[in-house]
């Protein structure tokens, strides 16, 4: 079992990001299109899968999701001091 759990892992590895690759969104892909993704993936299964966790993978600023950054104090707060 020893010498077959690292094929395991990297096939359960390409498995999620093929389909982490199929459900992003096309236009929050990053540096490649997700056909291109999908290949890389596919025929190089672990480079491909760690390459696109750490360069393609949709984050909060190729999806526009950004947090909006909280007022420190009351008197920053546009909302808050609306209601005085």
Do not use: H
């Amino acid at each position: 079992m020893g010498r077959y759990l690292p094929i395991i892992i990297i096939a359960l590895l390409m498995i999620y990001c093929v389909v982490e690759v199929a459900q992003a969104p096309p236009y929050a892909v990053r540096r490649m299109p997700r056909w291109l993704w999908a290949t890389a993936i596919i025929c190089l299964p672990l480079a491909g899968a760690v390459c696109w966790l750490l360069l393609g993978r949709p984050n909060a600023e190729s999806l526009g999701t950004k947090k909006k950054q909280r007022p420190t104090a009351p008197d920053d707060d546009i909302d808050f001091l609306r209601g005085l």
